[in-house]
């Protein structure tokens, strides 16, 4: 399994793509749902998603969960190589997920089916308090 757990993708995106290998040829999906749950400016999300992009990724996909049902997101998702989780609302991003079957969805493609996860700040926490206490 491959994880990676930070407080902001653009500030380390630098020191994970050595860890990971050629990055060029990996479809990436850019969760934004926790952002959702914001309001005001969310420069940020741009921000980070270009520095996904600096970093080598050539396949950079936006995607939510909102909206979507379980057999949806797996079906969406199966054909990524990286989930990226982008950072936000963590009380947002925990109902949508919940309500929408994801939990359950992202969990198998990372735990059994080897996709690389890495979340920023909400996602980050999401997974750290619920998905390895469970």
Known sequence: MQLFLTSSIGEVIGDIV???????????????TAAEGEEGDKSWVDSDRQALI???????????FTG????????DLKGFDILHLNGGNTAYLLKVIHQTGA?????DLVLNQGKIYTGSSAPARWWQAV???N
Do not use: R
């Open 18 to 32: 050595p860890k990971i290998g050629n990055v060029s040829n990996l479809k990436l999906t850019f969760i934004t």
């Open 54 to 64: 600096d970093a080598g990724f050539k396949q950079v996909t936006d995607y939510t």
């Open 68 to 75: 979507k049902n379980t057999k949806q997101i797996k079906n």
């Open 103 to 107: 939990f359950d969805v992202i969990k």
């Open 131 to 133: 998905v390895l206490k």
